[in-house]
């Protein structure tokens, strides 16, 4: 038995509290009874449930790693018109959604899914999922900063986590550096905050690799679907 808002939200519906709000104004129906109580709960294997006349039918889950550019949002709509990472995903039937986001400004590796559980089992910061970014910064770093980001910074909202911080490049000439940066956080414009706190802002960010995912065989602005093997690993991570 599950909350009928978060069955609605797994099919696809729209987000829970949306569906809150379709149950409160009685657009919702189980077993053919309009249902308004904010915390009825319903048997999807068993239950018919409707919404405005019309049965939901559980979809199959589907994933997809997607090899973000810059210059979309990480989002399924944008109220002011920007291009979404779905506008990517042509073709696509099932109604799937970004695991956690990237910046508008970010590229690299992305999650989307309609498997509700597995992308709150990646975004829970219990589940310590490494995440590689790449990111180009003004200035020639220094083991100083790699070593306080390695042991936390002081942000607005606290202190990070430790993390990994290693210098890969240093180019004189353009004066920049380039560094990856492994965090098991994820928190707005974690890295660059973190980067910008050291005295070294982002110019360029990319996430490499979350857990075991990389971006290996997956160019910018494609994407790939996960093997069901991946699917499994994720779920034991
Ligand atoms: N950290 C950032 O600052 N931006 C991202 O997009 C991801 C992590």
């Known amino acids: 038995m599950e909350r009928l808002q978060k069955i609605m939200a797994q099919a696809g519906i729209a987000s829970r509290r949306k569906c809150e709000e ?14 308004t109580e904010p ?22 889950h ?8 810059a210059g979309y949002i ?7 018109g920007r291009k979404t990472v779905l506008d990517i995903m042509q073709g696509i039937e099932e109604r799937i959604y970004p695991v956690g986001r990237l910046d508008y400004d970010t590229s ?4 989307l899914t309609n498997d509700g559980e597995l992308a709150n089992h990646i975004a829970h910061p ?6 590689v970014y790449e990111a180009v910064v003004k200035g020639m770093i220094e083991e100083k900063a790699l070593q306080t980001l390695r042991q936390g910074v002081l942000l607005e909202d606290g202190m990070t986590s430790p993390a990994e911080a290693l210098c890969m490049n240093r180019n004189k000439s353009e ?18 905050r973190m980067c910008e706190a050291v005295g ?16 290996k065989g997956v160019a910018e602005g494609e994407y790939r679907a996960l093997t069901p093997e991946e699917v499994e690993r994720l779920r034991r991570v």
């Open 22 to 35: 379709l149950i409160a104004a009685g657009r919702v129906k189980v077993n053919g009874q309009v249902i």
């Open 39 to 60: 915390g009825y709960k319903a048997d999807f294997t068993r239950d018919t449930i409707e919404v405005d006349g019309r049965e939901i039918a559980r979809e199959s």
């Open 62 to 69: 589907v994933y997809y790693l997607l090899n973000k550019p």
């Open 74 to 80: 990480t989002s399924v709509t944008d109220p002011q």
């Open 108 to 111: 690299g590796l992305l999650l």
């Open 126 to 131: 219990r589940h310590e999922m490494d995440k």
């Open 175 to 192: 004066g920049t550096s380039v560094i990856h940066l492994t965090i098991h956080e994820g928190r707005n414009r974690q890295v660059r």
């Open 200 to 215: 070294f802002p982002v110019i360029r960010l990319r996430r490499l690799r979350l857990a075991f995912l990389t971006l």
